[in-house]
């Protein structure tokens, strides 16, 4: 046990919002309400922005009912950021202007939620703070529905999109094959660089209802081959479902939805997006069907009426635990999640990783989970994914819609 | 009490599905299974066109337990069709056709479950089976998430696609404000006609969490007043968020959706669907700022996992009560709900409207129900929607996941 470290807290939500950051939020907030050596609980505005401008909610202000809504409240409630920050050898001035705030504030503990780029940003702050000799214990709280943290099982916010996933996959499907002519439905997932979330739809498939064809990034995608796939189910069946990550790319790296192509004049965004109607228009143009494309945008993120109960339990947990061991003395690290399974039953257990191994890095799908024609999941991506979207959530509501925090948000 | 009148049944599904066409698919078939006056339960594959084809499933081979799971298992699970009967006085051949199957099943009995046009085809062929002194009595079964089915209070789908889409909406507005920077967020959603389900979005927005402006096609849509509705709710907020009813149309009638303007060269799709993506290329190039086009697509109709408990009830009573009306002898009929309000209290009465009264007439919002400005609903609407969306489900699930009714669908 380390020496007691007495002073304030602030909290930070960044990158983009989950269905759960927010139950992370609550496991911090709440721990440091709790704890005697933590003074004062600042929540940050938008994240690191709002530690360099100043603008801290006072989170002892809020009534502790209200904040309990923060376990259900889809996004990120603090505001977030994408700021990236400097390296500290290179330019300080964001850093100075950090030190100068927790010095105001008299500030011992950072907490800051989110994925590889926050990561980072708690490392560099910790070693800056550390190279100035200010004693400040910096932890990471994980968060990405793209679940590619490294050293890390699963990341909180995967497991309740991969839910929403595969169960709008499971009534999509029904949907799709309900006339007798034919119909081909793509659907449009998130993740750019890792295809997690659009493994997932494989659920939806396993439990009988699902796409009959996946591709992901973590393979060069095929235009020729990803049509002869629907060729061949389209003349079998009648019906094709297919489910793609936004990220599939090419062989040379460039992303699919960035390609123009004859048939998808007019549709090549630089933005991704548009990739479920550019290949729609392409397999339309290609099989003369009926085709349908469906992006699940937003709504896979912020599903939280649909959360994996086991990911609202994970992501507080986190949290809390953030805080409890910061307090125990630990600096540096980002909390883990390990996976233990016992007969059968899953069990979580948190460990500690030191930021400096998890920053910026992306864990990918393994090869290995993927089928030899690079067109769908085994057993093995099932086997990983199942125990992570288990427990229903009972979320408060009003009149048969969704109760939300809503908090007082008062400046310091 | 009329003569009693014994024979099988035929029940078929007709137009597009929602969550809970199955669920009225139970009441019809079950009531029928427990009633001793109906000797055999058929049901047909992909609607009339299964009684065109002779494939009919004999529903008293399932399973009991099995066919309970039809009530929250959304799409259409005896399939669906969108087959357009001719008049049998200008061309019969259709109906001489599902005459020889009724004599072949000795159908007495025909239940049809659908909207405009199906009611239109159930009118018909009740109007045939009497000018050839064929017995036989012909009952509609409302369905159609659209709302604008004429002479009750609402249609069952409706309710629950309105909860999916409040619901939706009240997590999108979360995850749409969580950056600091500006963002406009364009919501389409199902609709061509009536506005009934654009509209439901505003029970985000009185519920605290919704979209600022909604547009439904009940108004002519002007651009330049949608680009300014949007300006100065962007000038002051930098956040804005828009639904969008797919029907949407200029004064001259033609669809936004179908209109190619120098800002939408490729967008400008024949088919509906493409709108969102359309209006946020338009306000992107008009403002700048960061926007991003969401369609609902079918999500909002096969959405079971969140249907209104109270739509599932009502669904199937109006199954059972088509089938226990029939019996007492009633035909030519479609079973309407009517809205009883005691003490604020909501009740369904559940009512009988001749065919002919009801086929293709389409039921719009009342233009008193939407604001001054044409962008937004009152508090009359709210009022209305509100009672249908109550009552939670809890769909039977499997590891986490929904699990659907699997029939075994033996042909008669």
Same mark, same amino acid.
């Given at each position: 046990?380390?020496?007691?470290?007495?002073?304030?807290?602030?909290?930070g939500?960044?990158?983009?919002?989950?269905?759960?950051?927010?139950?992370?939020a609550?496991?911090?907030?709440?721990?440091?309400?709790?704890?005697?050596?933590?003074?004062?609980?600042?929540?940050?505005?938008?994240g690191?922005?709002?530690?360099?401008?100043?603008?801290?909610?006072?989170?002892?202000?809020?009534?502790?009912?209200? !904040?309990? *809504? /923060?376990?259900?409240?889809?996004?990120?409630?603090?505001?977030?950021?994408?700021?990236k920050? +400097?390296?500290? @050898? &290179?330019?300080?001035?964001?850093?100075?202007?950090?030190?100068?705030?927790?010095?105001?504030?008299?500030?011992?503990?950072?907490?800051?939620?989110?994925?590889?780029?926050?990561?980072?940003?708690?490392?560099?702050?910790s070693?800056?703070?550390?190279?100035?000799?200010?004693?400040?214990r910096?932890?990471?709280?994980p968060?990405?529905?793209?679940?590619?943290?490294?050293?890390?099982?699963?990341?909180?916010?995967?497991?309740?999109?991969?839910k929403?996933?595969?169960?709008?996959?499971?009534?999509?499907?029904?949907?799709?094959?309900?006339?007798?002519?034919?119909?081909?439905?793509?659907?449009e997932?998130?993740?750019?660089?890792a295809?997690?979330?659009?493994?997932?739809?494989?659920?939806?498939?396993?439990?009988?209802?699902?796409?009959? !064809?996946? *591709? /992901?990034?973590?393979?060069?995608f095929?235009?020729?081959?990803?049509?002869?796939?629907v060729? +061949?189910?389209? @003349? &079998?069946?009648?019906?094709?479902?297919?489910?793609?990550?936004?990220g599939?790319h090419?062989?040379d790296?460039?992303?699919?939805?960035?390609?123009?192509?004859?048939a998808?004049?007019?549709?090549?965004?630089?933005?991704?997006?548009?990739?479920a109607?550019?290949?729609?228009?392409?397999?339309?143009?290609h099989?003369?069907?009926?085709?349908?494309?469906?992006?699940?945008?937003?709504?896979?993120?912020?599903?939280?009426?649909?959360?994996?109960?086991?990911?609202?339990?994970e992501?507080?947990?986190?949290?809390?635990?953030?805080?409890?061991?910061?307090i125990?003395g630990?600096?540096?690290?980002m909390?883990?999640?390990?996976?233990?399974?016992?007969?059968?039953?899953?069990?979580?257990?948190?460990?500690?990783?030191?930021?400096?191994?998890?920053?910026? *890095?992306?864990?990918?799908?393994?090869?290995?989970?993927?089928?030899?024609?690079?067109?769908?999941?085994?057993?093995?991506f099932?086997?990983?994914?199942?125990?992570?979207?288990?427990?229903?959530?009972d979320?408060?509501k009003?009149?048969?819609?969704?109760?939300?925090?809503?908090?007082?948000?008062v400046l310091?």
């Amino acid at each position: 046990m380390s020496e007691k470290l007495i002073g304030s807290c602030i909290f930070g939500q960044s990158g983009g919002p989950t269905s759960v950051i927010n139950a992370s939020a609550y496991g911090v907030i709440r721990a440091a309400l709790d704890a005697e050596e933590i003074t004062k609980v600042y929540g940050a505005a938008h994240g690191i922005q709002g530690v360099l401008n100043d603008q801290l909610y006072v989170m002892d202000e809020e009534d502790p009912e209200e !904040l309990r *809504y /923060l376990l259900h409240t889809p996004s990120s409630e603090l505001g977030s950021c994408r700021y990236k920050m +400097a390296d500290p @050898e &290179k330019d300080d001035t964001d850093y100075k202007r950090i030190l100068e705030i927790f010095k105001k504030y008299n500030v011992r503990y950072f907490f800051y939620n989110g994925g590889n780029d926050s990561m980072d940003t708690c490392n560099k702050i910790s070693r800056y703070m550390a190279s100035v000799n200010y004693e400040c214990r910096v932890m990471g709280v994980p968060k990405t529905i793209d679940n590619d943290l490294f050293g890390t099982d699963h990341c909180p916010g995967f497991s309740s999109a991969a839910k929403y996933i595969a169960t709008s996959c499971m009534e999509i499907n029904k949907d799709a094959r309900v006339y007798d002519n034919g119909m081909i439905v793509i659907v449009e997932i998130m993740g750019r660089h890792a295809g997690w979330l659009a493994a997932s739809a494989a659920l939806a498939t396993a439990y009988g209802s699902g796409p009959d !064809l996946i *591709y /992901l990034p973590e393979c060069d995608f095929d235009m020729d081959k990803f049509l002869a796939d629907v060729d +061949a189910l389209y @003349e &079998k069946n009648g019906k094709v479902f297919v489910a793609v990550s936004e990220g599939i790319h090419y062989a040379d790296g460039s992303f699919v939805s960035e390609a123009k192509t004859s048939a998808t004049d007019g549709f090549g965004h630089a933005q991704l997006g548009g990739l479920a109607a550019m290949l729609a228009e392409v397999v339309k143009n290609h099989t003369g069907a009926k085709v349908r494309g469906i992006e699940l945008s937003l709504l896979q993120r912020c599903g939280a009426h649909l959360a994996s109960g086991r990911d609202v339990e994970e992501a507080c947990n986190a949290g809390k635990i953030a805080v409890e061991k910061a307090i125990a003395g630990s600096t540096g690290y980002m909390v883990a999640f390990e996976r233990e399974i016992n007969d059968g039953a899953y069990r979580c257990n948190y460990t500690l990783l030191p930021l400096s191994s998890v920053a910026n *890095y992306e864990k990918k799908v393994p090869m290995e989970w993927i089928n030899a024609d690079q067109n769908g999941l085994n057993v093995d991506f099932i086997n990983y994914v199942l125990p992570l979207i288990q427990g229903e959530v009972d979320i408060p509501k009003v009149d048969g819609l969704p109760r939300y925090a809503k908090l007082k948000k008062v400046l310091a």
